[in-house]
């Protein structure tokens, strides 16, 4: 057993919170107090206390999701979809559901879920889901294996890194059940109408008041006092000078012209953006079209989960223009979410990458907030491809998602509409930009930047 008085157990379900709250300034210096309860595998485990210096982890138990928990859990979810579509007339939440699925089995158990959701369209009988499923998760094996773990390590607190992990539900019961205090943190802006909410919590941190709007909107039954507008330590990196690495050592690193000014494309993964490679090419083959290419270079920086090589085509057509700065990332192939985690080198890679570029060209991405932070443009693709990998993607359907409705204007980025010359021209020299507009949008969505650690530090010991 475990001897401290604040003693603090950190549940991560998987890595991608790893750096947000691991490798930011919100637990140092408390690395005897802190217990990890992770579902790493043992390389991972290894990893991570190696460079975070937890000295004292556990693994979560295997967790077998019985047929009622996850038709419940699943008839909640898309109960909740149907309901915030309808709350805030945006039929683009509804795509959150998957309505295809291989195999005779799961085809009929996701079309029982859609028939009964029918019925349960009403807040009032999705609490009642909610409240059955509270009731089914207590009665699993897994919810008492943790019981008992936690009575062994007598935590104080049970602190977890993302609020979608479906183990992290019955873990978090078992900690109610027991007196602990257990708080989540929203882990992304677009996360609250996704319905995805897989647990129950004493205290909810939220990035910042437009977030908390939403978790009082979408989740009416969680009171105002349960909720915390922290910040988010993901922002936090780009105040530390030490996280630029030197230009001349980059630059070589990366086989860049230190004569050329650098835009960064920044990849989505692939149910995101299907048409990310086509996108690059649009841009390369319009900077050689303008003769910007004298000017510009590109620098590639694709989805730290995206090893699929759909770039390389792109990359050896234009080999002088487009570099590449590979996210250094833990990634297993043919491995869970649980191995898959951002090493503390990448951090320096996001910001110097950040720093030494001029402009970031994505798909709606958070990249926005991050090239805000050193007062850089952003340019949104907003034109579909002709020859789609995917006839039913579009980028309509994305810029229509519930979390882009939080732009106070359309100015806050620059829009590429067409991949026609004088567009892109255009948008390169930012005519008429002005980044205060952006600036303005990170303030609505992330909040304060600059405190978010010990915000949540402030919660985690000093709010009752």
């Known amino acids: 057993m475990i001897e401290t008085k604040s003693k603090i157990m950190l549940l991560f ?4 919170g790893i750096r ?52 419940l859990r699943e008839l909640i979810c898309l109960s909740r979809l149907k309901y915030n579509a309808k709350l805030v007339d945006n039929p683009t939440i509804l795509t959150n559901w998957k309505s295809h699925h291989k195999g005779i089995f799961k085809t009929l158990f996701y079309k029982l879920i859609a028939l009964a959701s ?9 609490l009642i889901l909610e409240k059955w499923y509270q009731k089914a998760i207590r009665n699993s094996a897994f919810y008492h294996e943790v019981k008992s773990i ?7 607190k049970l602190f977890c890194s993302h609020q979608r992990g479906v183990q992290c539900a019955p873990i978090f019961a078992a900690a109610q059940d027991l007196g602990i205090e257990t708080i989540t943190v929203i882990y992304s802006w677009d996360n609250l109408p996704k319905a ?12 910042s008041d437009y977030m908390q709007q939403e978790l009082q909107l979408y989740y009416p039954e969680i009171k105002e006092e349960q909720i915390f507008v922290t910040g988010t330590p993901q922002f936090e990196c780009y105040k530390q000078p030490e996280n630029i690495i030197p230009k001349e050592a980059f630059y070589n690193q990366y086989d860049l012209d230190l004569n050329k000014k650098i835009i960064c ?39 730290p989960v995206d090893i699929s090589g759909r770039f390389d085509k792109i990359i050896s057509k234009y080999p002088d223009l487009i570099k590449q700065a590979p996210p250094l990332w833990n990634f297993e192939p043919n491995s869970s979410w649980t191995t898959i985690y951002p090493l503390p080198e990448d951090v320096k890679l996001l910001v110097s990458t950040v720093y030494y570029s001029d402009l970031v060209v994505n798909l709606g991405s958070t990249m926005a907030f991050d090239f805000g932070m050193f007062g850089k443009p952003c340019i949104y693709i907003n034109y579909d491809q002709e020859d789609k990998v995917d006839l039913d993607w579009s980028v309509r359907t994305i ?29 390169l020299f930012a005519k008429g930009y002005n980044i205060e507009n952006l600036k303005h949008w990170s303030e609505i969505i992330i909040g304060n930047s600059k405190k978010a650690s010990q915000n949540i530090l402030n919660v985690l010991f000093y709010e009752k």
């Open 265 to 303: 494309y920044s990849g989505d993964d692939v149910l995101t953006c299907p048409d990310d490679p086509k996108y690059l090419d649009d841009l390369a083959d319009e900077l050689i079209k303008n003769n910007l290419d004298n000017k510009y270079q590109i620098l590639l920086r694709r989805c």
């Open 118 to 126: 029918y019925v349960c369209s009403s807040y009032n009988r999705i």
């Open 20 to 71: 947000n709250y691991l490798y930011s300034d919100v637990f140092k210096g408390m690395e005897k107090e802190l217990v990890l309860f992770h579902a790493f595998d043992v390389k991972t485990e290894q990893a991570v206390k190696k460079i975070t210096s937890i000295e004292n982890s556990i693994s979560i138990p295997k967790y077998s999701e019985s047929l009622k928990e996850k038709f």
């Open 399 to 427: 810029y229509n998602f519930q979390h882009f409705k939080s732009m106070p204007n359309k100015e806050v980025v620059l829009w590429w509409d067409s991949n026609d010359n004088l567009t892109l021209s255009t948008l």
């Open 150 to 156: 936690l009575i062994a390590i007598t935590p104080k």
């Open 196 to 207: 995805r909410m897989a647990l129950q919590a004493d205290k909810y941190l939220v990035w």
């Open 13 to 16: 379900p998987d890595g991608v």
